[in-house]
């Protein structure tokens, strides 16, 4: 599976959109772009995933560079509760492969 | 629908010691993992069963380390016996087959270990 890249941290003020960036240069054609969040003391929890095409559900925005090397998730609108560790993974489904956590971006949602 | 449940929620062990953690999965859901996650750092996969079967255990350390699934439900992971590094929070998570979805893994609240 592709490593990717991720800041170690970043602050969003309240009400704003909080975009977190995810660096995966060396995706395959197969593989999948997921976005995962760890709110302290919780399990993580998944918000969204995309092939190529850019995704939106009720939670977040995935926007995918045409190239794929790159990804964004987007909060729309930031609220204290999305202070938590975001993982970006890269992984080809139904191939048995593990998911790769790293170390995410801690974003700090600040009043 | 109920979620992963998992217990219990903390543990505090004397290192030699063994510890059991088990996990109920969401109903239906035929993919079941455990992972570990050490203080500060992302989850780590220790072992991925599919209904009762084992698919990835490379990242379980089997000379303390087991887990079972038996009849494709439930599991228990056990650590037999503890050292101070296995303090770390256990997560059990578990996936439906089939469709789109299939791979979006649906997490428990950890058990807490904490090894003295």
């Known amino acids: 599976d592709a490593k990717t890249t991720q800041p170690p941290s970043m602050d969003c003020a309240e009400g704003r959109a909080a975009n977190l960036p995810c660096n995966h240069s060396?995706?395959?054609?197969?593989?999948?772009v997921y976005w995962y969040r760890q709110i302290h003391s919780q399990g993580p929890q998944y918000i969204i995933h995309g092939l190529k095409n850019n995704e939106t559900n009720e939670m977040a925005s995935l926007i995918i560079t045409e190239d794929r090397k790159s990804s964004t998730l987007i909060l729309p609108h930031a609220t204290l509760r999305d202070t938590a560790v975001y993982y970006c993974i890269v992984r080809a489904p139904n191939t048995g492969n593990q998911f790769y956590f790293g170390t995410g971006t801690s974003l700090t949602v600040i009043p | 629908e109920a979620g992963v449940a998992q217990s219990p929620r903390y543990k505090i062990i004397e290192k030699r010691q063994s510890v059991a953690f088990w996990c109920n999965p969401i109903s239906g859901h035929a993919t079941l993992y455990w992972y570990q996650q050490i203080l500060g750092q992302g989850p780590k996969l220790l072992i991925q069963f599919q209904n009762n079967g084992v698919v990835d255990d490379s990242q379980l350390p089997k000379d303390r380390f087991s887990a079972e699934r038996l009849k494709g439900v439930d599991s228990t992971l056990k650590i037999q016996p503890a050292k101070l590094e296995d303090s770390a929070v256990y997560l059990c998570?578990?996936?439906?087959?089939?469709?789109?979805?299939?791979?979006?893994?649906?997490f428990g609240p950890g058990t807490r270990l904490t090894v003295l």
């Open positions: 998570a578990s996936s439906p087959s089939g469709g789109r979805r299939t791979d979006t893994q649906y």
């Open positions: 060396t995706i395959s054609g197969n593989e999948y």
